[in-house]
């Protein structure tokens, strides 16, 4: 079988590119990437007009936008007040998303720390809910929630968590970031080319096949100790898991459409890694 229409692209500013991140979308079409994550990960501090310059680069180059919201969001604290603001930080990520046409805004929701895991997963429930009634009333129709499975055992973020939310959510599609469950595992789960299928049909089966139209989703080998990820590697770093060929087989077997954001240390290069190893695999 194919491959389905899979894009590559770097988490941020692709470190090669000297000057302005304006020219991004033309210099990952001069490579061959298709794909950008802007990363908000330190505060959504774009204005609406360069967000709109953005967002026009991006489709005149034929690169595919996403948004990573804020590190400091976490809607299952046990503090008012940063939820309040946590929940002000997923606001402020949809309408950047909307304003420069990109599809997805990427979010670690939350901690388990002092709920349970049901607890946390309603706290996380509401407050997107509070965030997108209020986005959506602000002008947001295209962006989509994308909450990511996260690196650490005790972040909200598994391939379950990652269901019930999006089950109970308007327009929420997940972010897998294959590295992250690797980690949050120690190792364990995904190791075989059938955990990785079956991860896909989970998703399409119980979210709606929209979701994996693309299926959005991160990449990097990775290096966890106890509880989790401890930093992110380079494709060359082959002592690191996961394996990335066998992701490639599954997006493969499944037929999906994927986006495949590089988060190696080498962000671009390493996503041109990634384009020709899935390039050997789908037979391109
Ligand atoms: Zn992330």
């Given at each position: 079988m194919p491959c389905g229409r899979l894009r590559f692209?770097?988490?941020?500013?692709?470190?090669?590119?000297?000057?302005?991140l304006l020219k991004a979308p033309a210099f990952l079409r001069e490579l061959g990437l298709d794909?950008?994550?802007?990363?908000?990960?330190?505060?959504?501090?774009?204005?609406?007009e360069r967000a709109q310059k953005l967002g026009q680069l991006a489709r005149e180059h034929g690169v595919l936008l996403s948004l990573h919201a804020p590190y400091y969001i976490n809607l299952s604290s046990d503090k008012r007040t940063t939820i309040q603001a946590s929940i002000r930080r997923v606001y402020e990520s949809l309408l950047a998303s909307e304003w420069m046409g990109?599809?997805?805004?990427?979010?670690?929701?939350?901690?388990?720390?002092?709920?349970?895991?049901?607890?946390?997963?309603?706290?996380?429930?509401?407050?997107?809910?509070?965030?997108?009634?209020?986005?959506?009333?602000d002008g947001?129709?295209?962006?989509?929630?994308?909450?990511?499975?996260?690196?650490k055992s005790k972040q909200v973020g598994s391939v379950d968590d990652i269901i019930v939310i999006c089950s109970n959510l308007e327009k929420c599609r997940p972010t897998v970031d294959w590295a992250h469950l690797y980690a949050r595992?120690?190792?364990?789960?995904?190791?075989?080319?059938?955990?990785?299928?079956?991860?896909?049909?989970?998703?399409?089966?119980?979210?709606?096949?929209?979701?994996?139209?693309?299926?959005?989703?991160?990449?990097?080998?990775?290096?966890?100790?106890?509880?989790g990820e401890r930093e992110h590697h380079t494709m060359a770093e082959e002592e690191y898991g996961p394996d990335f060929r066998m992701v490639c087989r599954a997006l493969r077997e499944t037929g999906v459409?994927?986006?495949?954001?590089?988060?190696?240390?080498i962000l671009e290069r390493d996503a041109l890694v990634m384009k020709r190893i899935c390039e050997e695999e789908c037979g391109a």
């Open positions: 692209g770097p988490a941020g500013k692709p470190i090669d590119l000297k000057g302005d794909a950008m994550e802007y990363e908000a990960v330190r505060g959504v501090n774009i204005s609406r990109s599809y997805a805004v990427v979010v670690h929701p939350g901690y388990y720390l002092k709920y349970t895991r049901e607890q946390a997963l309603k706290m996380v429930i509401d407050g997107f809910k509070k965030a997108w009634e209020k986005a959506v009333s947001v129709r295209n962006t989509w929630i994308a909450p990511e499975t996260t690196g595992s120690e190792g364990r789960f995904p190791q075989s080319l059938d955990d990785l299928i079956k991860i896909v049909e989970r998703f399409e089966k119980e979210l709606g096949s929209e979701v994996v139209k693309p299926l959005h989703s991160h990449f990097s080998r990775i290096e966890y100790g106890k509880g459409d994927s986006t495949i954001i590089s988060e190696s240390p």
